[in-house]
């Protein structure tokens, strides 16, 4: 059995497995390529940052992939055969994917009502999203209720990511030809942020270290007077971003009144996009 409001998520939300499972919250994978061959993100055997760090640098083709909509009917079916009467999907931005139209259209013909959120966000702030509907569910509230949490927590969320180049994005068609351009050609390194879904550049500073520092400015900038919750991620950068979490230990102490700041890397469908020495952190107000 599962709940009687079901609640669903895809795997670029990085919810560690445990917190999903224990949250009784369900996640469909996308999917990496490399070469030729396909990968679930996420699970022992599947795509993993690592892997996806060293084939870009090795200059493999790497691509991503969302999940059918075949796929999402199949998750919705199931948790309706195990008790579901309604279910709320929430999902990384359709900006930067298809996982949100997929979903949309499983849930015409699911056998239960489905309330696809289109977070407007990428990484671990969906997952602030998700984790917000599943505070609402878990206190009994509507699957509407859960879905409005969602996206009120998605949209103060403030994600900022510092890359090494430009040309990852570039490739995925994230961000356009010119600015990939713009940047090679002043040897900057790019700030970026994800506004109304979409990337779009922040601040150019010129080196690494500048990149760090401002990262830290603009995520205390964004904690304002909130209390919130700050999340770290890298590819191949570790040291970094352990760097740019202690900075914001220091910083927003009294925002995050005792909580711990997560730091990890980037799940393996954003590093195929990103590239190695990414650096990103995303500061998530708690919903009054």
Same mark, same amino acid.
């Given at each position: ?7 669903? =998520?895809?795997?670029?939300?990085s919810?560690?497995a445990?917190?999903?499972? &224990? ?12 070469? &030729? ?10 795509? =993993?940052?690592?892997?996806v760090?060293e084939?870009l ?20 079916? %199931?948790?309706?055969?195990?008790g579901?009467?309604e279910?709320?999907?929430?999902h990384?931005?359709? %900006?930067m ?6 979903a ?9 009502p ?14 602030y999203?998700?984790?917000a509907a ?7 509230g509507?699957a &509407?209720?859960?879905?409005? /949490?969602?996206? %009120?927590?998605?949209?103060a969320?403030?994600? !900022?990511f510092y890359?090494?180049? !430009?040309e990852?994005?570039r490739r995925?068609g994230?961000?356009? &030809?010119?600015?990939?351009?713009l ?8 700030l970026l942020?994800?506004? %109304? ?5 922040r601040e ?5 270290t500048? /990149?760090?520092a401002?990262?830290?400015? !603009? ?6 007077? #909130?209390?919130?919750?700050? =999340?770290?991620? #890298?590819?191949?950068?570790?040291d970094r971003?352990e760097q740019l979490?202690e900075a914001l ?6 925002n995050?009144?005792?909580r ?12 195929? #996009?990103?590239?190695?020495g ?6 998530a107000? !708690?919903?009054d």
């Open positions: 059995m599962v709940r009687s409001i079901a609640l669903v =998520t895809d795997s670029t939300a919810l560690p445990e917190v999903a499972e &224990a949250r009784e919250i369900h996640v469909v994978p996308l999917q990496v390529v490399i070469g &030729a061959t396909a990968y679930d993100e996420g699970g022992t055997d599947g795509a =993993t940052p690592d892997r760090a084939a640098r090795e200059r493999a083709p790497v691509s991503t992939s969302r999940p059918a909509p075949a796929t999402f009917a199949q998750c919705y079916a %199931e948790l309706a055969a195990a579901a009467t279910i709320v999907s929430v990384l931005s359709a %900006e994917s298809g996982t949100y139209e997929s949309c259209l499983a849930a015409k013909d699911a056998p239960v489905v309330t696809v959120v289109d977070s407007r966000q990428v990484g671990i702030s969906t997952g999203g998700v984790l599943a505070d609402v569910l878990d206190a009994g509507s &509407a209720d859960a879905a409005t /949490a969602a996206r %009120e927590r998605c949209a969320t403030t994600s !900022l890359v090494d180049t !430009l990852y994005l995925g994230r961000v356009g &030809a010119a600015a990939a351009l940047g090679s050609a002043l040897a900057v390194k790019p942020a994800i506004d %109304e879904g979409k990337v779009v550049p150019k500073v010129r080196t690494a500048k /990149a760090l401002r990262l830290v400015d !603009l995520a205390v900038e964004a904690a304002d007077e #909130h209390q919130v919750e700050v =999340t770290v991620a #890298h590819l191949a950068n570790l971003a979490s230990h220091e910083r927003l102490e009294d995050l009144a005792g711990q700041i997560d730091c990890g890397e980037v799940g393996a469908v954003l590093a195929a #996009h990103v590239g190695p990414m650096v990103a952190v995303s500061v107000p !708690l919903l």
